[in-house]
């Protein structure tokens, strides 16, 4: 079975910084596009930043120059480094990737269980 961990969510003061993990882990064949996402109260789901395999970056207007996305290749891992955070910044972080299994034609859209980050002003 596949599965995206996240940590690194917290309660963090406005101006401060927090770093989130995902990895992924299971009988994977290889990990394409890896991003993050974010959910508040009331409010749909959004794309925060992604990766892709060839180092492909896209990040929100709203996170730009705030925000770092990365990844280690070797441990199926994607971060997210969040810097200068905003009150608006709180949500619910959901990592997401696409995971192609062995022997599969096609990838597999996953989901993390999401991570909370508050952000007090």
């Known amino acids: 079975q596949v599965q995206l961990v996240e940590s690194g969510g917290g309660l963090v003061q406005a101006g401060g910084s927090l770093r989130l993990s995902c990895a992924a882990s299971g009988n994977i064949f290889s990990v394409n596009t890896m991003g993050w996402y974010r959910q508040a109260p009331g409010k749909q789901r959004e794309l925060v930043a992604s990766?892709?395999?060839?180092?492909?970056?896209n990040y929100s207007d709203s996170v730009k120059g705030r925000f770092t996305i990365s990844r280690d290749n070797a441990k199926n891992t994607v971060y997210l480094q969040m810097n200068s955070l905003k009150s608006e910044d709180t949500a619910l972080y959901y990592c997401n990737a696409d995971i192609r299994l062995p022997f599969r034609a096609s990838d597999n859209n996953i989901w993390g269980q999401g991570t909370q980050v508050t952000v007090s002003s």
């Open positions: 990766v892709a395999t060839g180092d492909t970056i």
